[in-house]
């Protein structure tokens, strides 16, 4: 029970980690939805209903739990949004945001499918995700062509942060890029949209093309991106975290708001680890009111959501397209990191990084699973032979 406010660094712990996860990739979930065919009052109506998502779904595990259950849109999973040809009509990709849901509801309910997940080589999973941002950031140095200076500017501040201040780089670079872009008034007025969130729901329909492309790529990449990692973080601030309700929890928060756009709420795990440290409370049993604080600050980022996805909106394409590379240049260091760890499955690896960066699509599904369809070949090929008798 409270019997007293909590101190002052639960707050700006909570508001820091809210900031940066918002602030940090929002630009990039524009351009996901965009790409999956969602027009500007979809796109409101897609940030509205994940913020709501990790606010509510948020607050009642943390309370339910008691620990700072940090929640966070799937970043990994726009950027595979992003990356789609934009074949996939609106209500299709919502029928593979709610494909996505059940697979992590089904995960969660299913012991032995949890034990199977846990053996997922983290090599092709890393692999995979690395080939779907890769060519965010080669678009980013493509962009010099049209803009060099905005480039140039966000380079230079990303590459300062990062020495200096990690944990705030991709604030910093969404400031510096907002400010030259209103500095030299490139910034369109905004639009005729609501200025408050909003939800616009949409019959889904499921299509096994887009079940199979985005769907289950969505549901594995936040898996191992998103919800392990922020198991691991929580783990490490000291609490045992049972992966059950956790999992169960955001896909059910998923499932119910896929239909207004939602296309993942899952753990955070950088800004998680924000939230779950003594510096933002010094008592681990009532850390737990963190979790609640930076949910309610994200049902504020909810009510001005319209607002937000409107400025963002009215940016030009070269600009958001930069800021999207920026934001995905630590996830890809990291991604490639993790492909090459295991040299046994080094090769797995490369064959699905570069199948999955190629952007081929066979028979309508996408270059993301036939990536991970030629990694998990060459690992069954590596197993197999490794299984028969050596000859002379």
Request: aromatic share 6%.
């Amino acid at each position: 029970m409270l019997s007293r406010l909590p101190p002052l660094a639960s707050w700006t712990s909570a508001l820091i980690a809210a900031l940066v996860g918002f602030g940090g990739t929002v630009a990039l979930v524009v351009r996901a939805m965009q790409a999956m065919g969602a027009d500007a009052v979809q796109v409101g109506s897609a940030v509205t209903a994940l913020c709501l998502g990790i606010a509510l779904a948020g607050a009642v595990l943390s309370v339910w739990m008691r620990m700072p259950v940090v929640l966070a849109w799937s970043t990994p999973g726009a950027a595979l949004l992003a990356a789609s040809t934009g074949t996939v009509p609106w209500p299709v990709a919502v029928g593979a945001f709610l494909a996505s849901a059940g697979f992590m509801c089904v995960l969660a309910l299913v012991p032995a499918l949890g034990r199977l997940a846990e053996r997922i080589p983290a090599s092709v999973a890393s692999a995979m995700l690395a080939g779907v941002l890769l060519p965010f950031c080669l678009q980013l140095f493509r962009t010099l062509e049209s803009d060099a200076l905005l480039v140039c500017v966000l380079l230079a501040v990303f590459v300062v942060a990062r020495q200096r201040v990690p944990l705030y780089a991709l604030l910093l670079v969404l400031v510096a890029g907002v400010a030259v872009l209103v500095a030299r008034g490139d910034v369109a007025g905004l639009g005729a949209g609501p200025l408050t969130g909003g939800l616009e729901p949409v019959a889904p329909r499921l299509d096994w093309r887009a079940v199979v492309s985005v769907g289950m790529p969505l549901f594995l990449v936040t898996l191992v991106s998103q919800n392990l990692p922020g198991l691991v973080v929580l783990r490490s601030a000291g609490y045992a975290p049972r992966p059950r309700p956790l999992l169960l929890g955001t896909g059910l928060a998923t499932l119910a708001l896929a239909p207004f756009g939602a296309h993942g709420i899952n753990l955070a795990a950088i800004t998680a680890a924000i939230c779950t440290g003594s510096d933002a409370h010094p008592d681990a049993a009532g850390r737990w009111i963190v979790g609640v604080i930076y949910a309610g600050l994200y049902l504020v980022l909810a009510l001005f959501s319209g607002v937000l996805v409107q400025f963002f909106l009215a940016m030009p394409h070269a600009a958001i397209a930069a800021l999207t590379g920026v934001a995905l240049i630590a996830p890809l260091t990291g991604a490639v990191e993790a492909m090459l760890v295991e040299k046994s499955e080094r090769d797995a690896a490369i064959l699905t990084f570069a199948a999955t960066a190629s952007g081929v699509s066979l028979i309508g599904v996408g270059s993301a699973f036939w990536g991970l369809l030629a990694g998990f070949a060459a690992l069954a090929a590596k197993a197999a032979f490794a299984r028969r008798p050596g000859r002379v």
